[in-house]
């Protein structure tokens, strides 16, 4: 992957930092959005070395329609998996078969690997232990295949077929 220029990191960083901003005031008041602009101008002179590589690489219409449809996808597994959890809680048997899996990702870049901890560990009944290259530790509280295949495929690859092209 080549990398983008000086200028487009910071635009791409002035950019992210500033949609931050408007996400946080919820308010498109003028003032407000100057104040914000500014201070993502300012803040994104300080930061876009560390921000990206790929700069305004990152807003390709692909990536942006598949952020945007993780973020629903993302919300129905941690709905589905809080109630799976709340089933388990409340079942007077409490069936659950917990263990820690190891899982292997296809992800490349630190940016989309944490992505996956994180989503992984947001989901109920899935905690992210450790990440050790493309391996995953995971603790797993029904655990339903022990292989990391099946543990991969059980908890890793749908959140991939997103992240892969979001982070590339």
């Not at 901003?21 to 201070?39: C, K, Y």
């Not at 690997?113 to 989503?119: D, E, V």
């Not at 905690?127 to 991969?152: C, M, N, P, Q, R």
Request: hydrophobic share 50%; glycine share 6%.
């Amino acid at each position: 992957m080549e990398e983008a220029s000086k200028v487009s990191r910071y635009l791409y960083t002035a950019i992210v930092l500033f949609l931050i901003w408007l996400f946080l005031t919820a308010s498109l008041d003028p003032q407000e959005l100057a104040i914000g602009a500014v201070m993502s101008i300012v803040v994104a002179a300080f930061s876009y070395e560390l921000f990206t590589t790929r700069g305004l690489g990152n807003l390709h219409p692909r990536r942006v329609a598949y952020a945007i449809a993780y973020i629903p996808y993302f919300l129905w597994a941690m709905i589905m998996a809080n109630l799976d959890v709340a089933y388990r809680v409340l079942h007077p048997k409490r069936p659950i078969n917990p263990g820690i899996v190891e899982c292997k990702t296809v992800l490349e870049t630190g940016a989309g690997k944490l992505a996956l901890a994180n989503s992984i560990t947001l989901t109920p009944g899935t905690i992210t232990l450790d990440i050790d290259g493309d391996k995953y530790f995971i603790h797993w509280i029904d655990v339903k295949d022990s292989s990391v295949e099946g543990a991969s495929q059980n908890i890793t690859r749908p959140f991939e077929k997103f992240l892969k092209v979001i982070f590339g």
